[in-house]
């Protein structure tokens, strides 16, 4: 996720989050409710960012840098509670599977909307992808047209397998979604 859209979901601008995050400004409730949130971090995770956010600054000259480490360290350990969670929502949820069909038809590929994408040709190699961000229909499937950057639904009855079916873990989702 890019800082932007962070900065999107947090409801802020993306110069404020900045200095929120660099130490430079106090991060406001809502604000980091809402980054926990978007991170996945749980509630205590809240409470224990609330009260090193609150604590005392002490002498403000020798406090600064330490202090803006420290939101970076808190900062660094959300991220790192996000990709945790990110791997234990996969692996409770089982991965992505993935199969390998060639084209026996030239074809148009779909969007969501059913409008045009892109196309196929008979002989290319499509990725296609089971997840619940992209399920199956009953006459299509979801997938990328390999080596161009072509994605979305084609009719089964274009297609013809020629791998097993592989399973696809998040960080390999994005180059074939």
Known sequence: MSFEALAKKCHTSRSALNRYVRGEK???DDVLKAMCDVLGAPQEEFEELRRLRD??????EAVRRPS?????ALVAALVLIVAVAT???VT???CAEAGV???TLTGNVVNDRMKDSGDISAGELF????SPEHPHTDTRYYGTVQGRNVSGYVLK???SPQRHRMCLMARDRGAYS
């Open 26 to 28: 106090r991060m406001p």
């Open 127 to 130: 990725t296609v992808i089971t």
């Open 101 to 103: 069909y060639k084209a």
């Open 68 to 72: 803006r480490r420290r939101i970076q």
């Open 92 to 94: 409770q949820r089982g």
């Open 157 to 159: 009855e274009k297609l």
């Open 87 to 89: 791997v234990v929502k």
């Open 55 to 60: 604590e005392p600054p002490g002498d403000r």
